[in-house]
């Protein structure tokens, strides 16, 4: 097919999560409450760590950075999801789509990578104590952070450049209350298998084996930890706990949809509301709920702010 016709669609119309007004108007509440509710909580955490001079260590540096991504994050879908509960006919350009697609793999990437770098972190501060510091020095943590941040782009990047070669022809409608891969291949008007391949090794495999290597990392935590001292041990096992809840959050809904070949089922839509709105928001409350450290120093910053 020429090239040209890959420009007749012109933008794409958004179905949305459900046809149900009731249910549209009792999600709409939900995320809103949800959403007003705990992104001021993460903007919390990061200035916690920013301003008290006691969290300066890899693990607060990296749990800031996860608190900025996971808050940028919900800026790509929750904003226009909210919108479009309020509006008749939800339409999306085709640059607006790509642009969401875009940021929506280069963030959600950024944060799977950022993952990773958390578990070596934690490998190297409970199996490698003695060498912690030279490991992990500040110099490191940001070539780490430097690096996620290309990784993502990196992927995203093609993920984008894929469907951009895709011709659009035809239909239009994208079933779902955003944009993303498996909805907008169905709607090229062309032999999709090899780019749905490319798509699923992209996305599903890298995300399959950070997943299956994050578990063994932990997994080789906690069997070291075993012969620590109570405190050490407990301490140990707390960290690792919240870390392994973040990644099945994270990883669990991800490895759903990316991982098999692009059919629609019921609970897509159910699984990428809590993947790309409710469990980013989520993850960096619940390190902190987890954490005497910074939740002693974030008591401390609102009742300097009370007295003020």
Known sequence: MERENSTVVTEFILLGLTQSRHAQLLVFVLVLVFYLIILPGNFLIILTIRSDPGLTAPLYFFLGNLAFLDASYSFIVAPRMLADFLSEKKIISYGGCITQLFFLHFLGAGEMFLLVVMA???YIAICHPLHYSTVMNPRVCYALLLALWLGGFTHSIVQAALILRLPFCGPNQLD?????????IKLACTDTFVV???MVSNSGLLTLLCFLGLLASYAVILCHVKGHSSEGKNKALSTCTTHIIIVFLMFG???FIYTRPFRAFPADKVVSLFHTVIFPLMNPVIYTLRNQEVKASMKKLLSRRTVC
């Open 253 to 255: 809904p991800a490895i």
């Open 120 to 122: 070596f972190d934690r």
């Open 176 to 184: 779902n209350f955003f944009c993303d891969v498996p909805q907008v």
């Open 196 to 198: 749905e391949l490319l």
